[in-house]
DNA sequence: TCTGGCACTCGCGTGCGAAGAGTGCCAGAG
DNA sequence: CTCTGGCACTCTTCGCACGCGAGTGCCAGA
């Protein structure tokens, strides 16, 4: 166990390090920091720290940095979120209320994000599968072609062009719209299949192979993995770590690009609260020397989607945790009265 | 005027260098083509280029790299398009085929495009003002709370939210939709204003607030400038030029995250072919050192949006213009079908 | 257990010299 | 007038040695 001095000076380590990107020595330490002993205790106690992996030198005769197990004992034991300023608050209120649908808020959300934390940002649409159905529309295109609009209650629109096997007339199509809605309109729609299931039967035979299709594609939009889209932003911000860089950007350019990746990188954080990956523990290599803070946001008291940062291992845990909480707490808000 | 031969000269210094991307000197030109002349005559042609400022040197013993002037003589006379070869358009069809709907479109045409060009890529997504109306829905989320949705031929997909003066009944919202879209419908989203402003008068008193918020709402989508939107991709490919990079990159991902710069880049390229813009003829400054090549594409003859890519100056024009001419056009039957 | 002192290790910046690439110019040939 | 070969010159790049400074590890003493 460590005692509480080496503790602080694993503090002290991680905030000076992330404050200046440069390996700290024991007498800087003692310098910025009232620890109230000499250099020579602190390198005693960095040398602890380093035999327990907390820290470790990049070359000989260099000062120490955090390795990611000291981040992690740090996020989880030494700091704790540092909440936004009022005036913070109201910025971030006033940047987010001017939206006028939901990409316009995602965004949005995105650069607030961006430039509050400055880092890479992203946000997750409101997953469908976790929201409820507002509206199902079909319009018809051609006798055989029809468009469905599906219409969540966070503001979120999927829309699908569906070839029937036969021609299917307007009276028919008004008839399958009214059905749908009556059955599913408010409804979450991990319901839906069930409330479905039995509606071709309520047509004419020549009309059922058609609604069957309508259905299936209705069902085939809520396969999840399908579902989910994103939204990036701030990569700009990546070229703040100038010095170490073509190596290092490069795979996490790469991963940004790749939804899938994100999405698990996304869907892996389960905790309610702030969550935070530091370096190895995400799954994804290219992001080995990232951190990523996440958290769920929703309309209600339950999160419909996640939004968060992806930035260098050596970051601001504190602000940054704070920042992606009061954002996450005001888009839901935000959903919530659209 | 400059001889055929030092076009040549320029030809073949604009190919190096894009090939190696180091400057090229006399000795090596005359190895690698068959100019028929000796370094010595190669060296007197390079200093005429030079003269006129088709071509520069970094440092007094280095050589020769094209200047943007070059590259803009290059790309008008000296180069053609590469036209992608059969297996390419096999590839660039069956990749875009698979596209569930309009983003999904867009989503794969900006890999696609970065795959092929090994760069950024850009695509905008097709212009409502360019579009025709396909449906016009209305429905209703509260007494006093309509939601708007907007679907174009090209299966572009808008909604606002509107909060109305004063509470709207179902048969009322019925009665708008019907006659909106017996207006509107399969008609150009520029002629909707004139189309709908008399409607107010088809409605009671207690419904005309009502009925022109919903129509100015409407109205306000169309606003070019708002109703924009595009997809990027591929800035992993910014990494390839790692040399000078974290200078050179920094603002070109700065530029890219300002929609307004994009579109505005986009919007500048009149020509109803592929466009280049070579370096400082890009009026933004963090893309002075790029070039954007771009395209118009769309469903029909007329171009409804554009696509394109931006690279470094040294790029390969002939085959970038050629990549982004093939996407577009397939990208254009894509859209005409859905 | 903490402290001050001291020797040691390395990375980094600097200066210098050799090597190499490429140019510009000039005189001569076609 | 144009092209060519030769030659001197310039400038960048690279390798290497050197010294400085930061930081460590260890030890003896309080």
Do not use: W
Not at 4 to 26: C, F, H, K, M, N
Not at 243 to 250: A, E, G, S, V, Y
Not at 290 to 306: D, F, L, Q, W
Request: aromatic letters at 4%; proline letters at 5%.
């Amino acid at each position: 166990m460590l005692s509480e001095r080496r503790l602080q000076v694993l503090r002290a380590i991680v905030q000076d390090y992330v404050g200046t990107q440069e390996p700290v020595g024991s007498k800087a330490l003692t310098e910025r920091h009232n620890l109230g002993v000499s250099p020579a205790t602190v390198r005693n106690d960095m040398a602890a720290l380093e035999e327990e992996g907390y820290i470790a030198q990049p070359h000989t005769s260099a000062g120490r940095i955090p390795t990611d197990k000291g981040y992690r004992l740090f996020v989880d034991k030494l700091a704790g979120v540092k909440p936004m300023s009022p005036p913070e608050r109201r910025a971030i209120q006033n940047f987010l209320e001017g939206a006028v649908d939901l990409d316009d808020v995602v965004a949005r959300t995105v650069r607030l994000l961006a430039q509050l934390t400055r880092q890479v940002a992203i946000v997750q649409y409101p997953s469908l599968t976790r929201s409820t159905v507002r509206h199902v529309e079909l319009l018809s295109l051609a006798p055989a072609r029809v468009m469905l609009v599906l219409i969540t209650d966070t503001g979120r629109v999927e829309q699908r062009v569906i070839d029937c096997p036969a021609p299917f007339g307007e009276t028919s199509l008004a008839d399958l719209r009214a059905r749908l809605n009556s059955r599913v309109a408010g409804r979450r729609f991990t319901d839906v299949p069930s409330l479905v299931e039995d509606l071709p039967e309520a047509f004419e035979v020549e009309d059922r192979g058609t609604v069957s299709t309508v259905l299936s594609t209705l069902l085939e939009t809520l396969v999840e993995e399908n579902e989910e889209r994103l939204m990036i932003g701030g990569t700009a911000n990546l070229t703040r770590f100038a010095h170490d860089f073509p190596l290092t950007i490069r795979p996490v350019l790469e991963a940004l690009e790749e939804q899938v990746v994100l999405l698990k990188l996304l869907g892996e954080a389960k905790d309610p609260g702030v969550t935070v990956r530091i370096g190895h523990e995400n799954a994804h290599e290219g992001l080995n020397s990232t951190s990523v803070v996440s958290v769920g946001y929703g309309s209600g008291g339950e999160a419909v989607a996640k939004l968060g940062v992806v930035g260098p291992t050596r970051m601001d845990y504190p602000g940054t945790m704070g920042a992606v909480r009061a954002v996450a707490r005001y888009v839901g808000q935000i959903l919530a009265e659209s």
